[in-house]
C-alpha cells in the first residue's frame, strides 16, 4: 500500500502477521498508522508485528517509534539482512 489509510483499508479486509510500515507517508504517518492498527482488535491489531522502516535513526527516534507500539526499527536505506534478522527475531516471539 502507498499510504497509512490503505494500509487500515486493507487491514479491515483481512489478517495479517506482519507489517512493515514507513514513518512519513501522505495521508496519515506512520505512527497514527500503528496507533490505528493497535486499536483494531478484532482483525488483530494488538498481536500483528510491525516493523518501521525508515531514515529516523537518531536514538529518540527510534525511542518514539517503539513507544509508539511498533515493535522493530530497521534503518534506510534498508539492509536485507538487518530486516531478515528483525522479521526472524519478532517471528520468534
Known amino acids: 500500500v502507498t499510504d497509512g489509510q490503505e494500509a487500515l483499508d486493507v487491514l479491515e479486509k483481512d489478517y495479517y502477521d506482519l507489517i512493515i510500515s514507513d ?11 500503528t496507533r490505528c492498527i ?31 507500539g ?11 539482512k538487518a530486516l531478515k534478522a528483525a522479521i526472524h527475531t519478532l517471528s520468534a516471539s
Open 70 to 80: 511498533m515493535d522493530a526499527h530497521v534503518a534506510k536505506p534498508v539492509d536485507i
Open 38 to 68: 493497535r486499536a483494531c482488535k478484532e482483525k488483530g491489531g494488538e498481536t500483528v508485528k510491525i516493523i518501521a522502516v525508515t531514515s529516523d535513526t537518531h536514538s529518540e527516534d527510534v525511542r518514539r517509534i517503539l513507544s509508539s
Open 23 to 33: 514513518i512519513m507517508m501522505p495521508n496519515m504517518d506512520g505512527y497514527e498508522a
